[in-house]
Nanobody
Framework: VQLQASGGGLVQAGGSLRLSCVASGRTFSNHAMGWFRQAPGKEREFLAEISRLGGSTHYSDSVKGRFTISRDNAESTSQLQMNNLKPEDTAVYYC?????????????????WGQGTLVTVSS
């Protein structure tokens, strides 16, 4: 299984970015997808999860209302639309795929990870 994340970059506070993740090696529509981030010196933080058919989504309180997770099962991709970005959103962002059709907000619920894409938000 391979995941390839892209779309990170430098953006000013209040701006937007759209991250994308392409998955291969697994029947994509059978598995939940998630997005996490990790800032320097901090633990990996759950951001959002979407169930295998996209029928349910869950967000952390820190991004709820600002970030939107989506997926395109025909293209085996997941996206994270990030709006109203803040300097504290600066981190490496990771996509991940779960062995389950629905996953909880925990690192252990996901078994394969992308390489990460850096998001830097300037004030």
């Amino acid at each position: 299984v391979q995941l390839q994340a892209s779309g990170g970059g430098l953006v000013q506070a209040g701006g937007s970015l759209r991250l994308s993740c392409v998955a291969s090696g697994r029947t994509f529509s059978n598995h939940a997808m998630g997005w996490f981030r990790q800032a320097p010196g901090k633990e990996r933080e759950f951001l959002a999860e979407i169930s295998r058919l996209g029928g349910s989504t869950h967000y952390s309180d820190s991004v709820k209302g600002r970030f939107t997770i989506s997926r395109d099962n025909a293209e085996s991709t997941s996206q994270l639309q990030m709006n109203n970005l803040k300097p504290e959103d600066t981190a490496v962002y990771y996509c991940a795929i779960s062995p389950y059709g629905v996953a909880g907000p925990y690192v252990a619920e996901f078994d394969y990870w992308g390489q990460g894409t850096l998001v830097t938000v300037s004030s």
